[in-house]
């Protein structure tokens, strides 16, 4: 016979125990969503640039040639983080990978910067009709909230002005057929609180776009082009916020 066992005491478990519930409470400390930087701290001249890209998880939005949009929107997004970097933004992503994000989930994440700018960046497709070009929307009103009905006062510039300039650099970069810049009540743009754009970057169902669409390369043209125009969007603002500054000086 071996010699006796001790006997079990639960009162031993209790520092293992304090230890786990420690190590609980630090994780639910970190965020667990995609919101980095924390809002308050970036300490810029320039805004910071929230980058939806489209879609993703269980959605996939249009799906033609073997291309899924929810994937084309991540890999320009992220083309699109890089190089608004490259020129001074800070940029936060709804996303990064493969995964659902509610619509008004997007917006909040813009609406937790006080000076921000919200680009979603998407794929046209058309049941009727081959469709052709680009396009650029922003809504004029304003929703506060996900679940209030509460119209809030627009951006002063309604939207309006980035949406033409990142419109103007689309077309200019790409050489593609102009489709303007148009109001809709698109709920990512309409419950963003600052200046906010849906980019449609061309119709997947259309033959000749959809094979630019499968090249890396003009991915990376149709980035170029939205950071030329967030950039370009950025300086008007500042050149209109300095002449205002020196007119109240006078």
Not at 208 to 213: G, N, V
Request: net charge positive.
């Amino acid at each position: 016979m071996g010699p006796p066992r001790r006997p079990f005491r639960f009162v031993s478990l209790l520092p293992y125990l304090g230890l786990i519930l420690l190590l609980l409470w630090l994780w639910s400390m970190v965020p667990k969503g995609p919101f980095l930087p924390e809002p308050g701290t970036i300490e810029s001249a320039t805004p910071v640039v929230v980058v939806d890209a489209g879609h993703g998880g269980h959605d996939n939005g249009a799906m033609r040639g073997g291309l899924v949009e929810k994937a084309l929107t991540l890999d320009t997004a992220l083309r699109l983080e890089r190089l608004l970097k490259q020129r001074g933004f800070t940029v936060v992503m709804t996303r990064r990978d493969d995964r659902f994000i509610e619509l008004y989930e997007r917006s909040r994440v813009a609406n937790q910067y006080a000076r921000a700018l919200f680009v979603s960046v998407h794929f046209n497709d058309s049941a009727t009709e081959s469709g052709e070009g680009v396009e650029t929307f922003f809504a004029s009103e304003k929703v506060a909230g996900g679940a209030s009905r509460k119209v809030e006062p627009p951006p002063a510039d309604k939207g309006a002005a980035f949406a033409q300039a990142v419109q103007r650099s689309l077309v200019s970069r790409l050489g593609a057929l102009d489709r303007g810049t148009k109001e809709r009540s698109f709920a990512v743009v309409r419950h963003t609180r600052c200046p906010a754009v849906l980019v449609e970057g061309g119709f997947m169902n259309n033959p000749a776009e959809l094979r630019l669409l499968k090249e890396p390369a003009y991915r990376e043209r149709l980035a170029a082009a939205i950071a030329e125009g967030v950039t370009n969007y950025h300086r008007q603002r500042a050149m209109e916020a300095a002449k205002g500054a020196v007119a109240k000086s006078k």
